[in-house]
């Protein structure tokens, strides 16, 4: 059957490269497993690559005509060979501070200890903060109170592993110039009976406290931290990242324009609602997309709609089991139909987390009804998706929404999470890891076993294609990457294993062995270097 494929797939020079034509390619990469992504010839045996983009794709013998005495040459040994991972959907969020030792399993006596011990042994002016699960966040002796009374005046701000709550001490609020006696827009604080705070924040009560808390970071310390990111993300052979960063948009732009990181970056705008209302003021002055061939771009105005099951945040048709709760949306309908519109004017992308299936219902309305029907070229995206239920599948198809899986979420949504039957359904899907941590071959192991319910597992190939090809048309880059043809971008990943024919529980200890991002190599474990 490859064989067949092979013979079918022919070698076509891009017309890009008929300049450098003479010169012939920079590199090419011979007995490889080229995973192309073009569904009519889905493998090739080797590639070429001239400047910035591909310049040939075919066999050993097509590829090889191409070279000149200036190609270099890599033998692959058979080594697949994918377009570089596009992490559709990865979170960006740094703020120095001391790192409790704490689990999403700590109770809240462990993170009461934990802050204990941290405030005796690091400095008063050292923020305190650590990922916490449900359990300190559900107990209601656990609060700000609590926190003051052992943290001798460090500032603690602990977040959920699912980024929607947090718990802060007085301290902390005070540095963060929040009050809490006044809900945000969009999110809350819990109160006690007396109506007073504790001091626990949700959705945008929790989101603005983050961006504050982000604001204090200096460019150094971000640039460091993306340095790093970025170098990991080469790593894993990710060469585009879609992010959303607690920051507002300009600085973040700015810091990662200053890091000159190796992959490729979209960045979002991820407005707060800090004030009473939406906080649209900063969205006024979004730049032009910059051509879909630069490494680094602006585009595209996110809006978290509700929380997660993890919390009982996310909005649902039913009450959680054994509840008399059923969620809650962050915004009402008018809100919601105020953000579709302010997109359509600021010709931006929006991007939507929708997770309850009431949520779902909301926001399908809110396109039905919003008397537009150009939403497919725009690709509306719809983050996490997990409340999408199979009658409205061929609404979300005409409608031209995106919808953008995280496939490590195996949480209590994931047994009625559809993936496969979005895919079945010519819905476009991309996979983003919601990072950190980002792990493509985690998110890829996820994907095609699908634990909670295999019935929507994706193939290997089908989810390769929604991590590469699906993610940059989520982005309007499919033209120039996604896809490994000629003429498209020279961003690439060797792989150290075969992620199609190896077994699915070893796809996690995959890493790439080489990746190439704009032409260049940005990570090699010294492949090249042993030629
Ligand atoms: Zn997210």
Same mark, same amino acid.
């Given at each position: 059957?490859?064989?067949?494929l092979?013979?079918?797939?022919?070698?076509?020079?891009?017309?890009?490269?008929f300049?450098?034509?003479a010169?012939?390619?920079?590199?090419?990469?011979?007995?490889?497993? #080229?995973?192309?992504?073009?569904?009519?010839?889905?493998?090739?045996?080797?590639?070429?690559?001239?400047?910035?983009?591909?310049?040939?794709v075919?066999?050993?013998?097509?590829?090889?005509?191409?070279?000149?005495? +200036?190609t270099?040459?890599?033998?692959?040994?058979?080594?697949?060979?994918? =377009?570089?991972?596009?992490?559709?959907?990865?979170?960006?969020?740094?703020?120095?501070?001391?790192?409790?030792?704490?689990?999403?399993?700590?109770?809240?006596?462990d993170? /009461?200890?934990?802050?204990?011990?941290?405030?005796?042994e690091?400095?008063?002016?050292?923020w305190?903060?650590? #990922?916490i699960?449900?359990?300190?966040?559900?107990?209601?002796?656990?609060?700000?109170?609590?926190?003051d009374?052992?943290?001798?005046?460090?500032?603690?701000?602990?977040?959920?592993?699912?980024?929607?709550?947090?718990?802060?001490? !007085?301290a902390?609020?005070?540095?963060?110039?929040?009050?809490?006696?006044?809900?945000?827009?969009?999110?809350?604080?819990?109160?006690?009976?007396?109506?007073?705070?504790?001091g626990?924040?949700?959705?945008?009560?929790?989101a603005?406290?983050q961006?504050?808390?982000?604001?204090?970071?200096?460019?150094?310390?971000?640039?460091?931290?993306l340095?790093?990111?970025?170098?990991?993300?080469?790593?894993l052979?990710?060469?585009?990242?879609?992010?959303?960063?607690? &920051?507002?948009?300009?600085?973040?732009?700015?810091? #990662?324009?200053? $890091?000159?990181?190796?992959?490729?970056?979209?960045?979002?705008?991820?407005?707060?609602?800090?004030?009473?209302?939406?906080?649209?003021?900063?969205?006024?002055?979004?730049?032009k997309?910059?051509?879909?061939r630069?490494?680094?771009?602006?585009?595209?105005?996110?809006?978290?709609?509700d929380g997660?099951?993890?919390?009982?945040?996310?909005?649902?048709?039913?009450?959680?089991e054994?509840?008399?709760?059923?969620?809650?949306?962050?915004?009402?309908?008018?809100?919601?139909?105020?953000?579709?519109k302010?997109?359509?004017?600021a010709?931006?992308?929006?991007?939507?987390? #929708?997770v309850?299936?009431?949520t779902?219902?909301?926001?399908l309305?809110?396109?039905?009804?919003?008397g537009?029907?150009?939403?497919?070229?725009?690709?509306?995206r719809?983050?996490?998706?997990?409340?999408?239920?199979?009658?409205?599948l061929?609404?979300i198809?005409?409608?031209?929404?995106?919808?953008v899986?995280n496939?490590?979420?195996?949480?209590?949504?994931?047994?009625? /999470?559809?993936?496969?039957?979005?895919v079945k359904?010519?819905i =476009?899907?991309?996979?983003?890891?919601?990072?950190?941590?980002?792990?493509?071959?985690?998110?890829?192991?996820?994907?095609?076993?699908?634990?909670?319910?295999?019935?929507?597992?994706?193939?290997?190939e089908?989810?390769?294609?929604?991590?590469?090809r699906?993610?940059?048309?989520?982005?309007?880059?499919?033209?120039?990457?996604?896809? &490994?043809?000629?003429? +498209?971008?020279?961003?690439? $990943?060797?792989? !150290?294993?075969?992620?199609?024919?190896?077994s699915?529980?070893?796809?996690? $200890?995959?890493?790439?062995?080489?990746?190439?991002?704009?032409?260049k190599?940005?990570?090699d474990?010294?492949?090249?270097?042993?030629?």
């Amino acid at each position: 059957m490859k064989r067949t494929l092979l013979s079918l797939a022919c070698v076509v020079v891009a017309p890009l490269a008929f300049a450098q034509a003479a010169a012939g390619p920079d590199l090419i990469i011979t007995n490889a497993k #080229v995973f192309t992504g073009d569904p009519a010839a889905r493998f090739a045996q080797a590639i070429a690559i001239t400047g910035d983009h591909v310049s040939a794709v075919g066999t050993n013998d097509q590829v090889a005509g191409t070279a000149t005495d +200036k190609t270099k040459r890599l033998d692959a040994k058979g080594r697949v060979n994918i =377009p570089g991972f596009n992490d559709a959907h990865t979170h960006v969020c740094t703020t120095p501070a001391f790192q409790l030792p704490v689990k999403i399993e700590s109770s809240a006596d462990d993170v /009461r200890a934990a802050v204990e011990s941290a405030s005796d042994e690091t400095p008063g002016d050292m923020w305190i903060t650590g #990922v916490i699960g449900m359990k300190p966040l559900d107990d209601p002796t656990f609060n700000s109170t609590t926190l003051d009374k052992i943290s001798h005046g460090h500032r603690v701000f602990l977040i959920t592993h699912t980024g929607h709550a947090a718990i802060v001490n !007085s301290a902390a609020l005070q540095a963060l110039r929040t009050n809490d006696s006044h809900d945000p827009a969009g999110g809350w604080w819990q109160r006690d009976a007396s109506g007073r705070s504790t001091g626990k924040a949700f959705e945008y009560a929790e989101a603005n406290l983050q961006r504050r808390w982000a604001e204090d970071v200096s460019e150094d310390e971000a640039i460091e931290d993306l340095q790093r990111w970025a170098e990991n993300m080469a790593r894993l052979g990710v060469t585009s990242a879609q992010v959303m960063p607690c &920051l507002g948009y300009s600085r973040f732009e700015k810091f #990662v324009r200053h $890091a000159s990181l190796p992959i490729r970056v979209r960045v979002i705008a991820m407005p707060n609602t800090i004030g009473d209302d939406r906080n649209t003021a900063e969205l006024r002055d979004m730049p032009k997309p910059s051509p879909a061939r630069s490494m680094l771009n602006v585009s595209g105005i996110k809006w978290i709609l509700d929380g997660t099951p993890i919390e009982r945040g996310a909005a649902m048709r039913a009450n959680y089991e054994g509840t008399k709760e059923n969620g809650k949306l962050n915004f009402t309908n008018e809100q919601i139909a105020n953000m579709l519109k302010e997109s359509v004017a600021a010709d931006e992308q929006i991007l939507l987390h #929708v997770v309850g299936d009431r949520t779902t219902d909301v926001v399908l309305d809110a396109f039905k009804t919003s008397g537009r029907t150009d939403w497919k070229t725009r690709r509306p995206r719809i983050e996490h998706g997990d409340g999408i239920t199979a009658e409205e599948l061929p609404l979300i198809r005409d409608l031209g929404i995106v919808v953008v899986e995280n496939p490590t979420h195996q949480g209590p949504f994931a047994k009625q /999470r559809l993936i496969k039957s979005l895919v079945k359904a010519g819905i =476009p899907v991309a996979i983003g890891s919601d990072g950190p941590p980002s792990n493509p071959f985690n998110d890829l192991e996820r994907a095609v076993t699908n634990p909670a319910n295999a019935n929507e597992a994706l193939t290997r190939e089908e989810a390769v294609d929604a991590y590469t090809r699906g993610a940059a048309f989520a982005e309007f880059t499919e033209g120039e990457k996604g896809t &490994l043809a000629p003429g +498209k971008l020279a961003d690439l $990943a060797v792989l !150290s294993q075969d992620i199609f024919t190896v077994s699915s529980s070893s796809i996690p $200890a995959t890493t790439s062995v080489l990746t190439i991002a704009n032409g260049k190599v940005i990570y090699d474990a010294g492949l090249l270097k042993r030629q």
